[in-house]
């Protein structure tokens, strides 16, 4: 099952990426996000908004900064 669920998400976003995968409403997958600690409430609703408008861009791939840049 596990190894079911994680083929399908690397046929996703393809073999250049690791986990985690997000894929939304059938879209392209995306690595990420990568988030610590996991946002709750407001934020977590705003990140995944953030992560809807972001794979309705064909075009997107990719955005990337420093772990725990603050």
Not at 20 to 27: N, S
Not at 35 to 53: C, F, I, N, Y
């Amino acid at each position: 099952m596990v190894r079911a669920s994680h083929d399908e998400a690397q046929a996703q976003v393809g073999d250049e990426a690791g986990s985690p995968v997000t894929v939304l409403d059938d879209r392209p997958g995306f690595f990420g996000p990568v988030v610590s600690p996991a946002p709750e409430g407001t934020e977590a609703d705003k990140l995944l908004q953030a992560l809807r408008l972001l794979s309705s861009v064909p075009q997107f791939s990719e955005l990337k900064r420093a772990r725990n840049p603050f």
